[in-house]
């Protein structure tokens, strides 16, 4: 079974940036859609940004301009790249592989002043 395991998560102030990255246990990027979900307190999980086999990438209106979805297959790694965060943000970041629907445990992200 496809372990992913996601990182990067912290504590930010308004405008702020973070990374988070998203590893795979095996080289399953290059063959599957991958995609960046964040859950905040009392919300629905929300699709944010998904990434295609040919690195297409799509994003919620929320975050266009702001964050940015990439992929490493050499290393089996995604990333989010957040750029001019705000206090919104805040949210549980889990990682998806739409193939075999796997799941990270999630990295929390805070916006905070």
């Known amino acids: 079974q496809v372990q992913l395991v996601e990182s990067g998560g912290g504590l930010v102030q308004p405008g702020g940036s973070l990374r988070l990255s998203c590893a795979a246990s095996t080289s399953i990027f290059r063959f599957s859609v991958m995609g960046w979900y964040r859950q905040a307190p009392g919300k629905q999980r929300e699709l944010v940004a998904v990434?295609?086999?040919?690195?297409?990438?799509s994003y919620v209106d929320s975050v266009k301009g702001r964050f940015t979805i990439s992929r490493d297959n050499a290393k089996n790694t995604m990333y989010l790249q957040m750029n001019s965060l705000k206090l919104e943000d805040t949210a549980v970041y889990y990682c998806?592989?739409?193939?075999?629907?796997?799941w990270g445990q999630g990295t929390q992200v805070t916006v905070s002043s």
């Open positions: 990434i295609g086999r040919d690195d297409s990438t």
């Open positions: 998806r592989d739409f193939q075999g629907d796997n």
